[in-house]
């Protein structure tokens, strides 16, 4: 590859090109694509997650022939440019994807060609071709790039769009009108090369654009010039007409504010979302979102919809809109669920109305009704989904189609797919087969948990095997150094999607009020909250002081008290029950030597579990306990003066204490946290959702514990 002698300079896009890294690919056409495809993906600017599709024609030796043959390396269904590897991509003969226009009966029958890509497999390790895969096919060109620019589409989605284009790029880009993706439109693609000899690229009408290159590198700068140029066309434009969408209507509540008003109202959203299935949120409040949702054109173009497919199939019909004041008391919960409710019907009538309007014989049946987006002027946007990289995704999209309404509205109109259009895409039978094909969601999927003392020890346990089973978790602890050590462990396990962190002290209402805050405004809310944190202290009843005994107290009970109060009050927000699971002790249930503080303490807990249980059935949030028994494995507990004090009352050596604990037990065995995940999984997991009240005791088997 030549060296360049500057780098281009670009003001709307990021140039991310390497010539060192692309350097070691020299030669490697297919390593080339993946890397150009990672470079355009990490600039949202240019396509969303999971959006658009690159391209590259190679030769290769056909290993039935021995002859060389010219190999297609396209992005296969479902991946995501960003993360794109080799195994993300499809290959397939290029003659004979070509050849399949023979056998082709028109486009009332084109879905039936994705089945036929099958035969066009040339590496048989393939992902499954996407149905993108004739629009790469059709078109001569080595190198191209599908993608989903926000500057592009907003010209692509303008009601001038077609003239547009033609006058900004004086006819070096070409114009296809919205067609739903697929063979036909790849057919109309090659058309409109061979009617526009010499074009650099084809804006897909409402939908997207396509350019290319003879190199990897010639692709990703004729990408990057043409939606600079869409961009920098859009920002001279900006303002000629008007104020952004009419200038606005409210001003946005300070970010403090606004914070506090999302984390009250999320819990509230989150409980009419999930009314078919449990939903997690998620919440923002960029500018560019409070711009468009604080103006004067948010009720005019708001109930239109998006245009890109992309975005629309993320994002729903239309966004829900709050009419509420920014500053709106939110503080009887049950008046502003009755504010809300009737909003709620209004969207799942439109939503049934429209469903039944635009369907086909043989259309899917209907899905969830509930809105994914919703918009709170003055306050930001929530989006509800069923896990939480879906929600995120689903708010990132809507961001993109604001951008896309924002800059059709500056040079000209904004359009939107019609009605029928967005049906036929949102209910197309090959999106429902890929739907179908999608795992099955786990036991906890859909679940918000809070488990207190999760930097470590049992805590951690828990919190791991709760997102194992499909759950997200807030992570928290006292100990500031400790939660950081746990935060930068856990990015290297976990994805953002999957964890938030916070700082919390059981004692303290107003941490606990911050903890919750960060579940509702990261997820949406809490379905299972775990009082896990702890502390002990064992000393004969001479040497224990006042100071050690309102310690325990603080912490195990007063502190369970008021975390659990607190989740109560979300878990009723939502009106979708809740599981409160109680890590107690055997002895709570078992008296031993120097233990009155912490055996008291635990009997406190454990009796404060069962009247929670009885109290809160009504509200379908089961109460259940945990005993565990001398669990030593990563426990802050045992880094103190407990293990010194027990292996004193017991007479042995503190390294003797593992061995002596599993002798003293039935089974003869060594307790591990995730022996105590296990029991806390059992309770939360859907066999025993009929079970409140209950101690489980994993101690290897002590007799004088057994409950009855």
């Not at 805050?517 to 997820?523: I, K, Q, R, T």
Request: include cysteine; charged fraction near 25%; proline fraction near 4%.
């Amino acid at each position: 590859m030549e060296q360049l002698l500057t780098k281009p300079s670009f003001s709307h896009v990021s140039y991310l090109w390497d010539e060192q890294a692309a350097a070691k690919l020299a030669g490697d056409e297919v390593g080339l694509l993946i890397y150009r495809s990672n470079l355009l993906g990490a600039d949202l600017r240019l396509t969303n997650y999971g959006g658009g599709n690159t391209s590259c024609k190679t030769t290769a030796k056909d290993p039935l022939t021995g002859r060389q043959t010219e190999v297609m390396w396209v992005k296969g269904s479902g991946g995501d440019l960003g993360t794109l590897k080799r195994s993300g991509l499809a290959a397939l003969y290029v003659e004979r994807l070509r050849s399949l226009t023979n056998v082709y009966r028109g486009i009332q029958h084109e879905d039936e060609m994705v089945e036929l890509f099958n035969h066009c497999i040339f590496d048989l390790s393939s992902k499954a071709p996407s149905i993108d895969t004739p629009l790469h096919g059709f078109l001569p060109f080595r190198h191209i790039d599908h993608l989903h620019p926000d500057a592009a589409i907003a010209i692509a989605a303008a009601k001038d769009g077609k003239a547009i284009t033609r006058e900004l790029f004086g006819g070096s880009i070409g114009w296809v009108d919205w067609q739903r993706p697929g063979f036909d439109l790849g057919l109309k693609l090659r058309e409109c090369l061979e009617e526009n000899p010499g074009i650099r690229g084809i804006m897909l009408g409402s939908h997207g654009l396509f350019t290319w290159g003879a190199t990897s590198y010639d692709s990703y700068i004729n990408t990057l010039e043409v939606i600079e140029r869409c961009a920098e066309y859009i920002e001279e434009n900006t303002g000629k007409k008007g104020p952004v969408f009419g200038g606005a209507k409210l001003e946005s509540l300070p970010e403090t504010n606004r914070k506090k008003q999302a984390a009250a109202l999320a819990p509230v959203l989150r409980g009419f979302c999930s009314s078919e299935r449990h939903m997690i949120g998620h919440f923002t409040d960029d500018e560019r979102v409070l711009q468009f949702i604080n103006s004067q054109d948010l009720e005019r173009l708001a109930p239109m919809g998006t245009s890109c497919p992309d975005h629309f199939l993320r994002t729903k019909i239309s966004p829900l809109v709050l009419e509420m004041a920014p500053d709106a008391d939110l503080s009887d919960v049950e008046a502003i669920k009755q504010k809300l409710a009737p909003a709620f019907e209004e969207y799942r009538q439109m939503y049934r109305e429209y469903y039944q309007y635009c369907k086909h014989p043989n259309s899917p049946a209907i899905r969830d009704s509930n809105p994914v987006i919703i918009l709170y002027p003055g306050v930001g946007m929530f989006s509800f989904a069923k896990d939480k990289q879906t929600a995120r995704v689903a708010a990132e999209f809507y961001t993109n189609a604001i951008n896309v309404m924002r800059g059709a509205e500056a040079i000209s109109q904004y359009t939107s797919l019609p009605r029928q259009e967005a049906f036929n895409i949102e209910y197309w039978l090959l999106e429902e087969a890929k739907l179908q094909r999608m795992p099955k969601p786990k036991a906890l999927s859909g679940k918000i948990a809070l488990v207190t003392g999760s930097a470590g020890g049992i805590g951690k346990a828990i919190a791991k095997r709760f997102i194992a089973e499909g759950a997200v978790v807030v992570f928290n602890d006292n100990d500031q150094q400790r939660m950081q050590q746990a935060s930068e462990d856990l990015k290297g396990e976990y994805s953002r999607d999957q964890y938030a962190t916070a700082l919390l002290d059981v004692t303290s209402a107003d941490q606990i009020k911050a903890a919750y805050d960060v579940a509702a405004l990261a997820f949406g809310g809490v379905d299972i909250v775990v009082n896990c944190a702890g502390l002990s202290i064992s000393k004969p009843i001479e040497e224990h002081t006042e100071k050690d005994w309102d310690l325990l107290y603080d912490v195990l009970v007063k502190g369970q008290f008021l975390v659990t109060q607190a989740g109560v009050e979300i878990m009723r927000k939502q009106n979708l029950g809740g599981d409160v699971l109680n890590i107690v002790s055997k002895n709570a249930l078992v008296s031993g030597p120097n233990n009155a503080g912490y055996g008291s303490a635990k009997a406190a807990q454990l009796h404060l579990s069962r009247l929670n249980a009885a109290e809160l059935g009504k509200d379908k949030i089961r109460v259940n306990v945990v005993n565990p028994d001398a669990v030593i494995s990563d426990s802050k507990i045992w880094e103190g003066g407990w293990a010194q004090g027990r292996a004193k009352a017991y007479g042995v050596t503190v390294e003797e204490l593992p061995a002596f604990y599993a002798k003293r037990t039935l089974l003869n065995e060594i307790i591990l946290p995730e022996d105590i995940a296990a029991a806390c999984f059992a309770f939360v997991g859907g066999e025993l959702h009929k079970s409140t009240g209950n101690v489980l005791n994993v101690d290897g088997g002590v007799a004088m514990a057994f409950v009855r």
